[in-house]
């Protein structure tokens, strides 16, 4: 029980392009999902919060309009990387917890992003 | 605010030695604490967790960690490694309340490569 799945795993596009990633739980609601970004040989970041059909809350300094996270319903949520550049390039997972209980985060595979 | 500190981003032991991982930890409340591994190129596995209770618990995979909060410490110990174990482990910690409420903050990983 409690599987993540995210689609795409690996993505390559273009630079100025928009790349629309999914994140789903597969056998469970997930109220809240989260967003983070791995660089190489790096710690996982965290980008943005989101609760299903509200908006997302995002950190410090991630810029809310280049990535846009929809949690539209309980087992769904996207994040679409808007007028994606190189640097954008990462390893971009995400966490989905279901309402009963504070702390249990279950993690997606990831989706490698490159940007050319 | 919340920080996590894993000393040593590279440890290496022979197959069958002592596994000790290091975390300590900074929380201005009451922590919950998670250690997680992941595999190239994957999402990250919970293999343990602390939440309140018996400090010294159990989890997947022969692992198991102590929370001792005198030293601020959650260290992950295996008595005996297996060459699967070689993967890359993050400590992390969450509030169970307030801004930190669900929101994980990550060390920065330790590599735990094993010899034959």
């Known amino acids: 029980g409690a599987v993540v799945s995210q689609h795409p795993s690996r993505v390559i596009c273009k630079s100025g392009t928009s790349v629309k990633i999914e994140c789903r739980s597969l056998d469970f609601q997930a109220t809240t999902m989260f967003w983070y970004r791995q660089f190489p040989k790096q710690s996982l970041m965290l980008m943005a919060t989101s609760n299903e059909g509200s908006k997302a809350t995002y950190e410090q300094g991630v810029e809310k309009d280049k990535f846009l996270i929809n949690h539209a319903s309980l087992t769904l949520s996207t994040l679409t990387v808007t007028s994606a550049h190189p640097e954008d390039s990462s390893f971009y997972i995400c966490?989905?917890?279901?309402?009963?209980?504070?702390?249990?985060?279950?993690f997606g595979p990831g989706t490698r992003l490159t940007v050319t | 605010a919340q920080s996590v500190t894993q000393l040593g981003s590279h440890v290496s032991v022979s197959e069958g030695a002592l596994v000790l991982l290091r975390c300590n930890y900074s929380?201005?409340?009451?922590?919950?604490l998670f250690w997680y591994v992941q595999y190239p190129n994957q999402g990250l596995q919970l293999l343990l967790k602390y939440t309140t209770g018996a400090t010294l618990v159990k989890g997947i995979n022969g692992f198991e960690a102590e929370f001792k909060k005198s030293e601020t410490s959650f260290h992950l110990t295996k008595p005996s490694a297996h060459m699967s174990d070689a993967a890359e482990y993050f400590c992390a910690v969450s509030g169970p309340s307030g801004t930190s409420y669900g929101k994980l903050t990550f060390g920065q990983g330790t590599i735990l490569t094993v010899h034959p």
């Open positions: 929380s201005s409340v009451p922590p919950y």
């Open positions: 966490s989905a917890r279901s309402g009963t209980g504070p702390y249990e985060q279950y």
